[in-house]
């Protein structure tokens, strides 16, 4: 790669194999609204690697097949004008105050106001999902939600599986909390859970070794 | 270009053709996605020379003002048959005729389209242009839309209207799109043209407020100021009142369109500048104008045939509250409406109020209406001869369905994304996309932003429509591939570019390989604009491109995996073409270059990723490559690099 990559190595290259130009780099641009940052892959080894101008993702784009790994957001992509954009953003934020609102009312949904919204990534999912993380009182109940959101994707098709994804089998799920730190689900009190937790990703077992320390562990230390 | 010059002779002209006499290809692109209408002659038109008005009574010039040499009368004959060629393509080509209709075109002219403003000098074009009423100029190129040509690329206005104001003291009429145009700029109107009459500026930079008071005060036979999607960055406190700048007594105005002026105005100003403009037809207010405040509006302009409706929510004034039975009220005595736009902040329970123009309506655009299907259905129940929709995907598929089976007379649809972002949910798939495809048969335009797609759904489209004209699919998750079947979405574009025989205008998405390109370069033969991004295997795409679509003149694309290869495979090809522009790709300087040094009638842009970068680098970055004849410009910012 060009000697004058230095660009982080979340700014994920997009495209086929061949090497070459690099891709936008969102993030430096004054592109208004939020970068998404996700790492490529939630280990420590790779936190160190993030230096590096070759991301992960370059070889999981490498192949046709596999959808892209999480990426930051592309400069004007997608190819919405400005004025409209910023007239839409105008809008949500006021969609999104009157709904909380609206929730305030005690007729709202039970469980409480507001609404915990993230993001669910699946690696082999052609795209992301959302999940209301407020409609669910239990690991338990949003353990089925997912297997059943995803069901279309696993690639054995193996609705058991999912089953024990916070026990880890073929898959594991994992989020990311307040801190950008990468998590096993399951190991914290669900409502500690729900507060702090900004987006879910669901991966191979196998990928997953090494994760951050063990919630209890960070709580502890951080006490 | 060999055509040989003598001091006798008008210059060279403008090689709209290719170089092997090739018939010349139209400038004009009337499918351009802009809010702006076409652009129109002036009805003032007089023949060359100072005759008569209307008819056809050749000027008898030279002597005693009895006779004219034959040749001469020959001219005079000519120029008069030529005033009635309006479309820049058809006075293209009687240019190239021979030198007798060269002149006699140039003379006759009335607007002047400039599609790319450093395509020509401006002395170069108002040397040849005589008698020019209206000018159209069109800057930056479009992807500076996305935020992907860096603050100060150019496409200043400045030299243009430094020529043209003493060429043209009869000039009425001019039309800027993506041009930065200054305050001064603007203030140079008035005094350089005294009976100017209509100004339009789209996506323009640069102005303020000021620079429309000078407008509004100075141009006093105005009858059109539209200012569409152009960028406003005024504070509050700097804001001048220009609506109160119009003339005192009853104006010419027949069109004031504002709503992306967003600062707040002085609203008495406008109802009194309304209630002066007897041939007010089109109104577009921006989102500072409340539904009681609309109504005065409406009151004192019954014969409005478009309205820009402001933020159609109730802000309750000094009179109280307007009901949704007195506002549709209103519009019951606005009999003329075809054509109803703003909604920029709606209440949707005030809907219903425009029920009783729904009937005549033609054009209708919700595009900043967050309305749920349950909101839109009943006012679209009532739109049966709606021919332009435009909307956001809130209203989702079963909004769809329902314009699908109302809208049997719709031509252009337009539905955009209210969560612009890759991994939004999006709300409208190809479930949608079908239903339109049964139900609007006469479909020719149409621009969609969705998560979700399927092959069947776009050969549904094509063999449904085969009218469309316009087919802009945006698939806004990056590589993604038909939801169904897993499967690259060649097949869909392909059976658009096969079954669509009109199609002059595609924009591709989704996981494309070079198979799709094959497709369009085989069959897309009236293409005339194509928009790439994300697509593509190698650099066989862009091949097939540049040796398929003959008609080729605007091509941009976007991180794909394209290379040198690809970017001198279209080397034959450039100058047929407008312009080129490809970013995030895989180019190098020495590709670039290699153009740049084989054609010199080609600018070649190059610009670096971070502007503050110094130094060279092997890759660029993005490429913008244009025909042009007046060289590189001097206006080049330091990060734009011409080769």
Redesign the interface.
């Given at each position: 790669m060009a000697g004058a990559d230095v660009d982080v190595g979340t700014e994920l290259r997009l495209g086929l194999p061949g090497g070459g130009a690099e891709a936008a780099k969102a993030a430096k641009r004054g592109y208004e609204d939020t970068i998404d940052l996700k790492l490529t892959l939630p280990t420590g080894g790779v936190q160190k690697d993030s230096g590096k101008p070759e991301p992960a993702a370059e070889k999981a784009a490498a192949d046709p097949e596999k959808p892209p790994a999480p990426k930051a957001q592309a400069v004007g992509w997608p190819p919405v004008r400005s004025y409209r954009r910023n007239a839409m953003t105008v809008q949500s934020v006021k969609i999104k105050k009157e709904e909380e609102a609206e929730k305030e009312q005690p007729a709202a949904t039970a469980g409480g106001n507001g609404s915990a919204f993230v993001k669910v990534s699946m690696d082999g999912a052609p795209y992301l999902r959302k999940v209301d993380l407020k409609m669910y009182n239990t690991y338990k109940d949003l353990s089925i939600a997912l297997q059943k959101m995803f069901s279309t994707f696993s690639a054995t098709g193996n609705e058991g599986k999912m089953v024990e994804a916070v026990n880890g089998s073929d898959v594991v799920t994992t989020y990311e909390d307040k801190d950008g730190d990468w998590m096993l689900v399951g190991d914290v009190p669900w409502e500690m859970f729900v507060a702090s937790c900004k987006r879910l990703r669901i991966m191979k077992s196998s990928e997953a070794i090494g994760l951050a320390p063990r919630a209890k562990d960070k709580y502890k230390n951080k006490s | 270009m060999s055509t040989p010059r003598s001091s006798a002779s008008s210059p060279d002209p403008i090689p709209h053709k290719s170089v092997t006499l090739a018939p010349s290809l139209g400038m004009r692109d009337p499918e351009e996605d802009s809010d702006s209408t076409p652009s129109r002659m002036s009805e003032d038109d007089d023949c060359s020379g100072g005759g008569g008005g209307g008819g056809w009574t050749p000027d008898l010039r030279g002597g005693g003002g009895r006779w004219a040499p034959p040749d001469q009368v020959l001219e005079i004959v000519l120029e008069s048959v030529l005033e009635f060629l309006t479309a820049a393509r058809d006075r293209n080509a009687a240019s190239l005729v021979c030198r007798s209709w060269y002149r006699a075109e140039a003379q006759t002219r009335r607007e002047l389209f400039i599609g790319n403003c450093y395509a020509v000098s401006p002395r170069r074009a108002v040397e040849r242009f005589g008698g020019v009423r209206a000018v159209v100029l069109k800057g930056k190129p479009r992807?500076a839309?996305?935020?992907?040509v860096p603050h100060g690329w150019g496409a200043y206005v400045s030299p243009w209207f430094a020529a043209l104001g003493p060429a043209y003291p009869r000039l009425e009429r001019i039309c800027l799109k993506r041009m930065t145009v200054s305050d001064d700029e603007l203030a140079l109107i008035p005094r350089s043209f005294p009976l100017f009459k209509e100004l339009s500026l789209v996506?323009c930079d640069g102005f303020s407020t000021r620079g429309l008071a000078i407008i509004a005060e100075g141009c006093r036979h105005l009858r059109v100021l539209d200012l569409t999607?152009d960028?406003f960055h005024e504070e509050e406190n700097e804001v001048v009142d220009w609506i109160s700048k119009f003339p005192e007594s009853n104006t010419s105005l027949e069109s004031l369109v504002f709503d992306?002026v967003s600062v707040p105005f002085n609203f008495e100003a406008l109802e009194a500048l309304v209630a002066r403009s007897p041939a007010l037809r089109r109104l577009r207010v921006n989102d500072h104008v409340s539904i009681e405040q609309l109504r005065c509006l409406m009151a004192r302009a019954p014969r409005l045939t478009h309205l820009g409706t402001g933020s159609f929510r109730s802000e309750p004034g000094s009179g109280g509250t307007s009901s949704v039975s007195e506002l549709a009220t209103s519009f019951a005595a606005s009999r003329s409406l075809v054509c109803l736009s703003g909604f920029?902040?709606v209440n949707a329970e005030y809907l219903p109020a425009i029920y009783p123009v729904c009937a005549n309506l033609t054009s209708l655009n919700f595009?900043?209406a967050?309305l749920t299907a349950e909101e839109i259905i009943p006012v679209i129940n009532h739109c049966v001869s709606l021919r332009t929709f435009w909307v956001l995907d809130t209203v989702g598929d079963e909004g769809l369905r329902a314009v699908a089976e109302t809208c049997s007379d719709l031509r252009e649809l337009r539905v955009?994304?209210?969560?612009?972002?890759?991994?939004s949910?999006g709300s409208v798939s190809d479930i949608g996309l079908q239903a339109i495809s049964e139900g609007c048969r006469k479909l020719e335009s149409i621009l969609y932003?969705c998560?979700?797609m399927t092959n069947a759904a776009v050969i549904a489209m094509s063999e449904n429509c085969p009218n469309l004209v316009v087919f802009r699919l945006?698939i806004?998750?990056?590589?993604?591939?038909d939801?169904i079947t897993?499967e690259p979405m060649d097949e869909g574009f392909g059976a658009i570019v096969m079954n669509c025989k009109k199609l002059t205008r595609l924009s591709v998405s989704g996981?494309l390989?070079d198979k799709a390109f094959a497709y369009i370069g085989k069959y897309g033969k009236l293409i005339k604009t194509l928009?790439i991004?994300?697509a593509g295997?190698s650099d066989m795409s862009l091949q097939h491109v540049f040796e398929g679509c003959t008609r080729l003149q605007k091509l941009e694309v976007?991180?794909?995996?394209f290379?040198d290869k690809g970017l001198l495979s279209g080397m034959n090809y450039f100058y047929n073409m407008r312009f080129f522009w490809m970013?995030?790709?895989?180019?190098?300087a020495k590709g670039c270059r290699d153009v740049a040094q084989q054609m010199p009638n080609l600018v070649v842009e190059v610009m670096k990723?971070?502007p503050e970068d110094e130094?060279e680098?092997?890759?660029?970055?993005k490429l913008y490559l244009y025909r042009s004849l007046a060289g590189p410009r001097n206006d080049a910012p330091s990060f734009v690099n011409i080769l």
């Open positions: - | 992807f839309d996305f935020s992907l996506c999607e960028y992306c920029l902040d595009s900043f967050s955009f994304p209210l969560d612009a972002t890759e991994d949910e932003f998560q979700r945006c806004m998750g990056r590589h993604r591939p939801r897993g996981l390989t928009s991004a994300f295997n976007r991180d794909s995996p290379g970013n995030s790709c895989r180019l190098t990723e971070h130094g680098t092997d890759t660029v970055d």
